[in-house]
């Protein structure tokens, strides 16, 4: 970062970060998130948790197996200081909800602080249990520099800003399987980590 944009200092509670998501497959703007979320929230360990079994997505679509989506999460992620890949979700079992995760993971005088982007930001009412969470948790919005504050209501909210990453995993999903217009080596190497993108290859993912 160019300047010191700490969103929180030793005067306040310690701070547990939680970045949950499908990562279908992890790409590198959820990599600039993470260590955006890091600096930002100054946490001393960023918990990213994969999604077991992500309910309101595997309704609509195949979701790649959760065990290839954790092995594609470590080789992203891993590299990074302070944030750690956690497999909580996929040992519970089930579908996966995040205020369970949140239940377990809490603990006596830490500030339990999700970490997402505007979409799921938006809709955080439909999630389980949705009052309960609202009332344990303070979520950080990643957001575009220039972009407004994030404001949520009924939610705690703060904002993290970052420079606008063009990725999604739609988009890689798309570009692999055909379906999301001519491909090169190249952009995918601008969208996935190499090492994320050897395993894609090497296990037959997301092929037509």
């Known amino acids: 970062m160019c300047c010191d944009r700490r ?3 030793a005067a306040v509670p310690p701070q547990l970060g939680i970045f949950g998501g499908t990562f279908d497959p992890p790409h590198v703007g959820h990599v600039a998130a993470a260590i955006e979320a890091r600096d930002q929230l100054a946490t001393e360990r960023l918990h990213v948790v994969v999604a077991n079994d992500p309910w309101q997505k595997s309704r609509r679509r195949s979701v790649t197996p959760s065990r290839h989506r954790l092995a594609m999460a470590r080789l992203a992620f891993d590299p990074i200081a302070g944030v750690e890949v956690s497999d909580i979700e996929l040992a519970r079992g089930g579908s996966t909800y995040t205020i369970d995760t949140v239940s377990e993971l809490a603990r006596p005088g830490t500030e339990i602080v ?4 505007p ?3 938006a809709g955080l009412q439909t999630w ?6 609202a009332r344990r948790v303070t979520v950080a919005v990643v957001t575009p520099t220039g972009e407004p504050r994030a404001h949520l209501e009924g939610w705690r909210t703060v904002t993290i800003y ?3 990453v063009d990725a999604s995993a739609t988009r890689v999903r798309k570009l692999l399987d055909g379906t999301g217009g001519p491909r090169t080596a190249a952009t995918l190497a601008r969208l996935v980590p190499p090492s994320v993108m050897s395993y894609i ?3 037959k993912l997301y092929s037509a």
Do not use: C, F, W
């Open 128 to 133: 389980h249990r949705a009052r309960e969470l």
């Open 162 to 164: 970052m420079d606008p």
């Open 201 to 203: 290859a090497d296990h």
């Open 119 to 121: 979409s799921a930001a």
């Open 114 to 117: 999700l970490v997402m982007g």
């Open 7 to 9: 969103l929180y200092t």
